[in-house]
């Protein structure tokens, strides 16, 4: 059984960073095609993809976000760590993260994390 | 960046009814597309892939069509637990989702 979950912080101070943690069991990052995306959703908004890590430490990311972004895996933790610098109030949004087999869907995701921007 | 729009944003339909979603990318993606439901307070859940394939668990009256840029979600008899707000994502050049269309109750 597939499971992922956020944690991290709810608050964040305008122009600081942020640091979040996708936490999984029932697969591991270190299978040939397997990978752990983030996908963010401000309030009463869409979907947004940010960033992609595969099992052989490949890395793509959203190009609007790419230089705020750092996505990293510790395969030993079955943990997945997004980093955002220079956050701002348009960031609040609820962060999830999801697995991804091949090069295609999100089929299994976490609960999601709500993080707030403010001061 | 390929873009992908979602038509209409919104639909009013009634238990039974046959709901038609329309998602277009800005430029061709082959089958690369995936459709999601999300109920309020949730996360997406996956319902197709590879534009028509049927994720497992997922009712038959979802089906998926379409392929290069132009692309259809069809609930073929609406339940009570199909309302929701469905989401397209192309996967042919990094990830993008559509602006969703939420289906409410008529």
């Known amino acids: 059984q597939i499971t992922l979950k956020e944690s991290g912080p709810t608050l964040v101070k305008p122009t600081q960073t942020l640091t979040l943690t996708c936490t999984f069991s029932g697969f591991s990052l270190s299978t040939s095609g397997v990978g752990v995306g983030w996908i963010r959703q401000p309030p009463g908004k869409a979907l947004e993809w940010l960033a992609l890590i595969y099992w052989d430490d490949d890395k793509r990311y959203s190009p609007s976000l790419k230089s705020r972004l750092t996505i990293t895996k510790d395969t030993s933790k079955n943990q997945v760590v997004l980093t955002m610098t220079n956050m701002d109030p348009v960031d609040t949004a609820t962060y999830y993260c999801?697995?991804?087999?091949?090069?295609?869907?999100?089929?299994?995701w976490g609960q999601g994390t709500l993080v707030t921007v403010s001061s | 960046d390929i873009q992908m729009t979602q038509s209409p944003s919104s639909v009013s339909a009634s238990v039974g009814d046959r709901v038609t979603i329309t998602c277009r990318a800005s430029?061709?993606?082959?089958?690369?597309l995936a459709w999601y439901q999300q109920k309020p307070g949730k996360a997406p859940k996956l319902l197709i892939y590879?534009?028509?394939s049927l994720q497992s668990g997922v009712p038959s009256r979802f089906s998926g069509s379409g392929s290069g840029t132009d692309f259809t979600l069809t609930i073929s008899s609406l339940q009570p637990e199909d309302f929701a707000t469905y989401y397209c994502q192309q996967a042919n050049s990094f990830r993008t989702f559509g602006q969703g269309t939420k289906v409410e109750i008529k």
């Open positions: 590879a534009a028509s």
């Open positions: 430029q061709g993606i082959s089958s690369w």
């Open positions: 999801a697995h991804i087999v091949g090069y295609s869907e999100f089929d299994y």
